[in-house]
């Protein structure tokens, strides 16, 4: 569990985190930013560059097994990353790994104040409007938990897992990224 460890970890905790795709909370400001649209959003355009930004902190998971592990589910078309540019420059962004109606939240970063939130709200709504059903966050963080994520117990997320995966898959290339007041009006939108 750590950048110099060799080894990959299973996790299966007792309560998982997961963050409702109707339930994302967008605070004023956010709301604000969001429909200023201050930076371009793209979708699977800079992959490595999000896992290298996301693993660039003083204590990491993300060790070279797990380089090597997303970046070959990002070939097969499996991991995907939204990221977030003011111009040039990889502001933010967000990567994680799509399994029929389910996504799998691995991490995000931030260089720009927001970049992240912008990123993981225009993330949910991507996945609401392709059917998604299921955002995996893992593990619950006091800034998760700020935008709705919360936590479940084992079972009751078994029992998710199972009906995101047997339903179906949703395309998350199927369309392209939303932009501006569209994030925020899927975000507003009831489930359904």
């Given at each position: 569990e750590a950048?110099?460890?060799?080894?990959?970890?299973?996790?299966?905790?007792?309560?998982?985190g997961?963050?409702?795709?109707?339930?994302f909370h967008?605070?004023?400001?956010?709301?604000?930013?969001?429909?200023?649209?201050?930076?371009?959003?793209?979708?699977d355009?800079?992959?490595e560059e999000v896992v290298?930004g996301c693993?660039a902190?003083?204590?990491?998971?993300?060790?070279d097994?797990?380089?090597?592990?997303?970046f070959?589910?990002?070939?097969?078309?499996y991991?995907?990353?939204?990221?977030?540019?003011?111009?040039?420059?990889?502001?933010?962004?967000?990567?994680?790994?799509?399994?029929?109606?389910a996504?799998?939240?691995?991490?995000?970063?931030?260089?720009?104040?927001d970049?992240?939130k912008?990123a993981?709200?225009t993330?949910i709504?991507?996945?609401?409007?392709?059917g998604?059903?299921l955002?995996?966050t893992?593990f619950?963080?006091?800034?998760?938990a700020?935008?709705?994520?919360v936590?479940?117990?084992?079972?009751?997320?078994?029992?998710?897992l199972a009906?995101a995966?047997?339903?179906?898959?949703?395309?998350?290339?199927?369309?392209p990224?939303p932009?501006g007041?569209?994030?925020?009006?899927?975000?507003?939108a009831?489930?359904?």
């Amino acid at each position: 569990e750590a950048q110099d460890d060799p080894r990959v970890f299973w996790v299966d905790p007792d309560r998982r985190g997961v963050l409702p795709l109707d339930g994302f909370h967008l605070s004023r400001s956010l709301r604000r930013t969001i429909a200023r649209q201050p930076f371009e959003l793209t979708l699977d355009i800079a992959f490595e560059e999000v896992v290298r930004g996301c693993a660039a902190r003083d204590e990491t998971w993300i060790n070279d097994a797990i380089f090597r592990g997303y970046f070959a589910l990002h070939r097969m078309g499996y991991a995907h990353s939204v990221e977030v540019w003011d111009g040039d420059d990889l502001v933010g962004g967000v990567y994680g790994v799509a399994l029929g109606r389910a996504f799998f939240g691995e991490s995000m970063f931030s260089r720009s104040t927001d970049a992240s939130k912008v990123a993981l709200a225009t993330l949910i709504a991507h996945l609401r409007q392709t059917g998604f059903v299921l955002f995996d966050t893992q593990f619950i963080t006091d800034h998760l938990a700020r935008l709705g994520a919360v936590e479940i117990a084992r079972a009751e997320y078994r029992r998710r897992l199972a009906a995101a995966l047997s339903d179906g898959v949703a395309e998350i290339l199927s369309r392209p990224l939303p932009r501006g007041t569209e994030v925020i009006r899927l975000l507003d939108a009831p489930e359904g």
